[in-house]
Each structure stands twice: as structure tokens, then as C-alpha cells.
């Protein structure tokens, strides 16, 4: 089997990475939901080495991610774990906690019961002023921010209805709901955004 790669991975690493390493430096152990490739966790992993980055997708992603893994070959990637927003999340360790969150490019692939269920896991698995950081495209009031997001949100939809870029106005109150506030909404290039949620 040859590695599965994303040319997008490549192009956001190293801005994402810009992101997450003031974000992530206090914390110890993160969990990426939806690591896709396993791109990223190959790329982070190593540059944060006092993280446990725990890398988690379907089933059918698994033996991608770990071919990845395997190349990075470093001490804080364990092996990637089975997760489905729509199934069981992982049992919270009170050894080793989970203290942050990280998922990319997911949400618009979801359907929305399944985003609803990403934050219900997010804000159940997470301690007390843990943060969440969500990269992807998103929209504002409706609006979406680039003729190129519009397009985008298009294509998915005549893809699969139940997806979309998803919208802020939507997103917060089910992230309130799940105990998660917005600390912060970075611009990101090609017209993404970092949303930095944090739970209360």
C-alpha cells in the first residue's frame, strides 16, 4: 500500500502548525479527530515533542495514518485509534487525560447531526479549560468569505446534500451547548479559519 497524501495537508502544515504551537504549548496530550492521511500528526508530532499526539479516524483511514506514523518515526506518536463521531469516543484515561483537541478539514464533510456529535464528544472528553482548534472554511451570518468558499460549499452539497461548510452562527450554540466557548477565530490562507474553542 502506498501512503495516502493530500496536497492541502502539505500547503496548511506549517501555517497550522504557527497556530497550535502558543496554543498547545501547556498542554500534554492531544487528540486529532479526523486525522485523515495522517499528514499533519507526521508534521506536528515531531516539532511539539512534548505532546502525545494521538491521531484517531474511521477504520477504513487507519493503515494510511500509520504508514505515516511509521515514517515519522517518533516517540509521541502512538498508533492511531478507531473513532467515530457517530460511535463510542474514547474512554477519558485519568492517568493520562486528554487536554486538547485538534480536528481539520471535517466539519464540512459531516453531515450536521455528525458536527452536533463531534462537539458532544469534544466537550464530554475534554477537562476544564482545555481548547479545541477547528481548521477548515466557514461562513459568517450566511455569508461566506471568498467566491472560492462559495464554490466549494456548492460542490459539496451536489455531492452529498448533507454536507457543507458550516456556518458560525450555527456552530456556536451547539458548542455552548457542549460546554465550549470561542476563545479566538484566526485567518488562515486560501481562505480558511482556526477556531479556538475552549471549554469552560
Known sequence: MDKPYSPACDQN???????????????????????GTGQ????FAPALPHLTWQT??????????????????VPNLPAAIALDVDG????PDQAAPFD??????????MSWAQV??????VGALLPMAA????????????RHTSRSNADFDRMLRERDPLSGVRDL??????????????????????NNRTLVWRKR
Not at 17 to 35: K, M, N, Q, S, Y
Not at 100 to 109: K, L, V
Not at 169 to 190: F, H, N, Q, Y
Open 131 to 142: 481548547p479545541f482548534a477547528l481548521y477548515g472554511p466557514f461562513s459568517y451570518g450566511g
Open 169 to 190: 452562527d450555527d456552530l456556536t450554540p451547539i458548542a455552548d451547548a457542549a460546554g465550549l466557548t470561542l476563545e479566538d477565530d484566526i485567518a488562515m490562507p486560501v
Open 40 to 43: 499533519h500528526a507526521a508534521h
Open 88 to 91: 463510542l469516543w474514547p474512554v
Open 13 to 35: 502544515k506549517a501555517p497550522i502548525l504557527a497556530v497550535l504551537t502558543p496554543l498547545f504549548a501547556d498542554c500534554r496530550h492531544v487528540l486529532e479527530i479526523g486525522a
Open 100 to 109: 486538547a483537541a485538534y480536528s481539520a478539514n471535517t466539519a464540512h464533510i
Open 56 to 73: 484517531s479516524d474511521i477504520a477504513l483511514h487507519l493503515p494510511g495514518i500509520r504508514l505515516w506514523l511509521e515514517e515519522a518515526n
Open 116 to 121: 452536533e456529535r463531534l462537539f458532544a464528544g
